[in-house]
């Protein structure tokens, strides 16, 4: 059992590590929550839940709803998958997440299987921004030195300051606790395909021990019906 004394302990002595691109400024210590949920995530259709972790997903698949969470210029403008991820903790003992390992897998009818890596948020912005350049063609990939060459615009700022907040926050889940935010992937406005996709985590350990849990794959295919 981890007292609160320890937790307290833990929550003073670590910063936690953070998605690439500045969500760090959020992270949360064990035993905090990023955020009231939106959604309780074991009524959420895409889900998968083992060894006291459950991580479930949900995709914001029209114009709109994106709009709505991130404002006039959004994910869903630029061709990016804004999944909301959570994670609850449900054992006694706080858990991390490699959070660099996580893949959307993508295998759509017809189509060579793709592995998406999550974007960074100066990717991100940089693409909600500017949705057709520098270089249109490179599906996919990331572009060396976005958002840092020439230097930064407003615009560019401003779109990650409204993204910063919502991203997924740090690796560490608290004991019986809920962690959640999103994750871009750019899907280059290929939505039809999320049908076929799945959210792969493969490194969760038990914080501490270092216990490595079974890999997690939530379906995307039941968030989409």
């Not at 939106?38 to 060894?51: I, R």
């Not at 972790?53 to 709109?64: F, H, N, R």
Request: aromatic letters at 6%; glycine letters at 10%; proline letters at 9%.
């Amino acid at each position: 059992m981890w007292s609160p004394a320890l937790l307290g302990a833990l929550a003073g002595a670590l910063l936690l590590p953070a998605l690439p691109g500045g969500a760090g400024a959020h992270a949360s210590l064990p035993g905090q929550t990023h955020a009231a949920a939106s959604a309780d995530p074991a009524a959420l259709p895409a889900h998968d839940t083992h060894q006291g972790l459950l991580i479930a997903a949900d995709p914001y698949l029209t114009s709109e709803r994106s709009q709505q969470r991130f404002g006039k210029k959004h994910p869903y403008g630029a061709g990016l998958l804004a999944l909301e991820v959570f994670l609850r903790n449900d054992t006694d003992g706080p858990m991390k997440i490699r959070l660099d390992s996580i893949e959307l897998n993508v295998k759509a009818p017809g189509q060579p299987r793709q592995r998406l890596e999550p974007l960074t948020l100066e990717e991100a912005a940089m693409m909600i921004v500017l949705p057709n350049g520098p270089n249109p063609k490179t599906r996919r990939t990331p572009i060396p030195g976005l958002g840092v060459t020439g230097g930064k615009s407003k615009e560019i700022a401003k779109v990650e300051d409204v993204l910063r907040p919502e991203m997924l926050p740090g690796d560490l889940i608290g004991p019986h606790n809920t962690v959640h935010g999103f994750l871009l992937f750019d899907v280059d406005h290929h939505f039809e395909e999320v049908g076929y996709a799945t959210l792969y985590v493969p490194d969760v350990r038990r914080f501490g021990s270092g216990e490595k849990l079974l890999f997690f794959e939530v379906d995307l295919r039941a968030a989409t019906h």
